[in-house]
């Protein structure tokens, strides 16, 4: 997953944070305060002030074009995947899917929107047997697996930065007789796929790339989205979901120490905008986008932190393992603040601000050149 957003606490607010990150003070209060919060954030990006907001943005789109893919990639695979995958299953839904889920008419079971927004992306992406599909930043392996077993002719490779979850989800794949799934492990900004190697032709690559919540720990969205392409085929298309606000795009980042959820959940990451890639086309072309409404997200952060709060006798030991008895409660209360956190940023108005965008885009025609597979 990925955000929501505390946005910066004046200095005042510490003890009032360290009062949350103690249990001291009740949900509701927690709650309310960052709703506060987040009006101040609408202020701050000048969320009023349509003419203020377009300069703001302009200067924006020219920072991350002068930024690197990402930066501080270590620091935010920490931030969630320090903890062993038992933490995770103790909570999330059973595809470990930790991202947004899709809840059609409100009555769905966590597991049943996991699989609705699995569905959804197999409809949008338009994903067929027989494809061979670049699961882009895979997590835990929540799509990667749902692909491998819905389409068994198909070709399903997953990269992640992370070899505990690359032996996750290669155990889970064997678990279910998976063998169509590979997964590989790199950094997008060094990792290049050798084709050759991976047993397909040099001057060919993957009929669909999907990327999952990925896209808001990059930066210079220009040159991810020319090392993409370079992995993808002539008629090949790429699928992205990231949560986004309507109009405002903004960094995410711990210069004073200020902003709680930059410093311990979302170093480096940015909150895009709806239309913040659709100034980065160079390579690929937008085709299509789809808008959904914050409450999916509020409902899914409500169903995790209602999972967290009933493992909690499960889950002390293993973040006492983590981060040192004496943390162990300060952490576990932390992950809750973040869900909190989640559910009150994307449900606020009614999910009218901050919401979900999926996108698809097709590779402009032109030879694939080891440049740009190299994103140069």
Not at 152 to 172: C, D, H, K, M, T
Not at 196 to 207: A, C, E, K, V
């Amino acid at each position: 997953m990925n955000d929501a957003t505390l946005a910066r606490p004046k200095p005042s607010d510490g003890w009032l944070i360290d009062w949350c990150e103690r249990g001291r003070i009740p949900d509701a209060l927690v709650r309310l305060a960052m709703r506060q919060l987040m009006r101040r954030r609408l202020a701050d990006e000048s969320a009023g002030d349509g003419e203020a907001r377009s300069l703001r943005f302009n200067r924006l789109v020219d920072e991350l074009r002068a930024s690197p893919i990402a930066i501080e990639t270590q620091a935010a695979n920490a931030q969630h995947y320090e903890l062993p995958p038992a933490f995770f299953r103790a909570h999330l839904g059973p595809h470990l899917k930790y991202s947004c889920c899709l809840y059609r008419d409100g009555s769905e079971t966590l597991a049943e929107a996991e699989r609705a927004m699995f569905e959804e992306y197999a409809a949008r992406a338009q994903l067929a047997d027989g494809q061979r599909i670049l699961d882009l930043g895979c997590g835990w392996g929540s799509l990667s697996l749902w692909l491998a077993a819905r389409y068994p002719n198909a070709r399903v490779v997953g990269l992640s930065n992370s070899r505990g979850q690359r032996a996750f989800i290669e155990a889970r794949a064997a678990e279910r007789g998976l063998s169509n799934l590979s997964v590989v492990t790199g950094n997008v900004v060094e990792f290049d796929f050798d084709f050759n190697l991976d047993g397909m032709p040099p001057d060919d690559g993957f009929d669909r790339v999907l990327s999952v919540e990925m896209f808001e720990h990059m930066k210079n969205y220009r040159l991810l989205m020319k090392k993409i392409a370079g992995w993808m085929r002539s008629d090949a298309k790429l699928f992205v979901h990231v949560f986004a606000h309507r109009t405002l795009a903004y960094h995410f980042d711990v210069k004073d120490g200020s902003d709680w959820m930059s410093k311990y959940f979302f170093t480096g990451g940015t909150m895009p905008s709806e239309s913040l890639l659709l100034h980065f086309q160079d390579d690929l072309a937008i085709e299509r986008q789809w808008w959904l409404n914050g409450t999916h997200y509020e409902r899914t952060a409500n169903d995790w932190l209602a999972g967290l709060d009933a493992a909690r006798d499960r889950l002390m030991p293993l973040l006492a393992d983590t981060y040192g008895a004496a943390d162990a409660p300060r952490w576990f209360q932390r992950w809750r603040m973040f869900y909190m956190a989640v559910a009150e940023l994307f449900g606020y108005a009614q999910g009218r601000e901050w919401g979900v965008a999926h996108y698809l885009f097709a590779r402009r025609q032109g030879p694939i050149t080891a440049d740009a597979r190299q994103g140069r």
